[in-house]
């Protein structure tokens, strides 16, 4: 990827010039004149010499290595979206957003406020539940109270034969490949320290059967899309729709359950909903 240097130019001035003194800790003294954070300050903050960041506002100079970008980065308080940016403009690829927390961002709780009368959840990439709606729990059970690596649904489903049990034997199989391609997907992403990759190495050890649908590297096999089959212990079978939302900053999925209205899986969660009320 080529350097924008123009563009990396005016991105860098802009950036600095949008920054007040106190915006990042510094005092503002008696003598400002110019709007902003001066060259030298972004400098100090970023650990670079003050003549290195003029080139790079003058449209001169290497091409700022990895290390150089996040140091900015951080000097100048980018959001993820304008980092991101900056990486593109100077010739990289903008890095990983995954930051393998159990923190669940304040929007995406808001929403699973909002869905309180629905079955709904928060998981990572590891397969961790971090939160369920009350309906959730009385559909799903309580994903949330696991400790160590069974907190994973993935290690669950390969070792524990009560979250087979809520779902039928016909629909196993299919289960079982979605459930490795997603926790494969983890892995590329977060990297090898990450909790599933930690839970990948620990099914190697004790599930056959998981390192035979390892071995296939699928990636693509989908298991919250379309309908599910949902075998619940006092109402029986429950088909639902598990719509799914994305949240990349921290490699978060929602999940989200429903049925078809006026069908008898709208009618059972209704009152799921009801009896969670």
């Given amino acids: 990827m080529d350097t924008d240097r123009a563009g990396l130019a005016e991105f860098l001035t802009r950036r600095r010039e949008a920054l007040a003194p106190e915006d990042v800790g510094l005092p503002r003294g008696q003598r400002r004149r110019t709007p902003g954070l001066r060259r030298e300050e972004v400098a100090m903050l970023a650990g670079m010499s003050t003549d290195y960041l003029s080139r790079l506002e003058q449209k001169r100079g290497p091409q700022p290595s990895d290390q150089m970008l996040s140091a900015l980065a951080r000097a100048l308080h980018l959001s993820l979206a304008e980092r991101d940016h900056l990486f593109v403009l100077a010739g990289h690829h903008a890095p990983q957003r995954i930051t393998r927390s159990d923190h669940v961002p304040p929007g995406l709780l808001r929403i699973v406020d909002r869905l309180g009368d629905t079955p709904a959840m928060v998981v990572n990439g590891a397969g961790e539940t971090l939160i369920q709606t009350r309906p959730a729990i009385a559909l799903l059970g309580d994903e949330t109270e696991y400790t160590g690596v ?128």
């Fill in 150 to 277: 069974h907190r994973s649904v993935v290690y669950r489903w390969f070792t524990d034969p009560r979250q087979r049990a809520r779902v039928p034997e016909a629909d196993h199989d299919h289960h079982a490949r979605a459930h490795t391609a997603r926790l494969r997907r983890a892995v590329t992403v977060e990297g090898p320290t990450s909790r599933a990759a930690e839970v990948s190495r620990t099914l190697a050890e004790v599930s056959p059967e998981f390192v035979a649908l390892w071995s296939q590297h699928d990636v693509d096999v989908a298991l919250d899309v379309s309908t599910k089959r949902i075998l619940h212990p006092e109402l029986g079978t429950i088909e639902v729709n598990c719509q799914t939302l994305t949240e990349p900053d921290q490699g978060l999925l929602l999940l989200v359950y429903t049925a078809t209205p006026g069908s008898e899986s709208h009618q059972k969660l209704s009152m799921l909903a009801a009896v969670t009320a």
